[in-house]
């Protein structure tokens, strides 16, 4: 399962921060920071695969009977957006082991992988209601990574959270009505099916 091992490494991270934080405080940022990079190295297969012209994926059963997986499909957005967030993200927890002020600060290390670990599922994803989570977990913790500001963060994180709020109800809505009108949560099914090329008015107003 090409790419399964980076999405578990930034799952066991997010169980793991805790510890992590409570044994090395502000240093966390280098050891978090350096799974990050392992996880983007576990995804080189990932990469080369989409570079050779594969579509990598895979699908988990998590709620059948809402004919709902953890599907992942891994294409070239996938593959660029993903390196983005764990190259960047690795490059800003390395940073924050001098920024930060000594002790744990397990908030923003917390915080930190609960978004990288969003931000990938939801463009590895191929499930549309595993899409719309990953969308609202990204959205919270950016939130709450800009509100750990303090009072000058205050604004800018109700602003964060008022434009993704809107989004987030703007793609439950779509997501309703794609898997009306197709009858599948799966994303790539989803987008290729007929009903789009017979209801050109409906894929408008979806889009």
Do not use: C
Not at 34 to 55: C, E, M, N, R
Not at 64 to 88: K, M, Y
Not at 121 to 148: G, H, K, P, Y
């Amino acid at each position: 399962m090409t790419g399964l091992v980076t999405l578990a490494l930034l799952a066991g991270l997010v169980a793991l921060t805790p510890v992590i934080t409570a044994l090395f405080g502000r240093a966390s940022g280098w050891l978090i920071g350096a799974a990050y990079v392992a996880a983007a190295i576990a995804f080189i297969p990932a990469t080369q695969a989409v570079l050779a012209g594969d579509t990598p994926e895979w699908a988990l059963p998590w709620m059948p009977s809402f004919n709902v997986e953890l599907a992942f499909r891994i294409d070239g957005i996938g593959v660029v957006f993903t390196h983005i967030a764990l190259l960047i993200g690795a490059a800003v927890l390395f940073y924050s082991t001098h920024y930060l002020d000594k002790g744990r600060n397990l908030s923003f290390y917390w915080l930190m992988v609960a978004f990288t670990f969003s931000m990938v599922a939801l463009v590895l994803t191929n499930d549309l209601v595993v899409l719309f989570i990953a969308w609202e977990l990204t959205s919270l913790a950016s939130f709450m990574l800009i509100a750990r500001s303090g009072s000058s963060g205050e604004a800018p994180s109700f602003r964060t959270l008022l434009i993704t709020f809107i989004g987030g109800v703007l793609l439950l809505v779509a997501v309703g009505f794609i898997i009306a009108f197709t009858g599948t949560t799966n994303i790539f099914a989803a987008l290729t099916d007929p009903f789009w090329a017979a209801n050109p008015a409906a894929a408008t107003a979806v889009a």
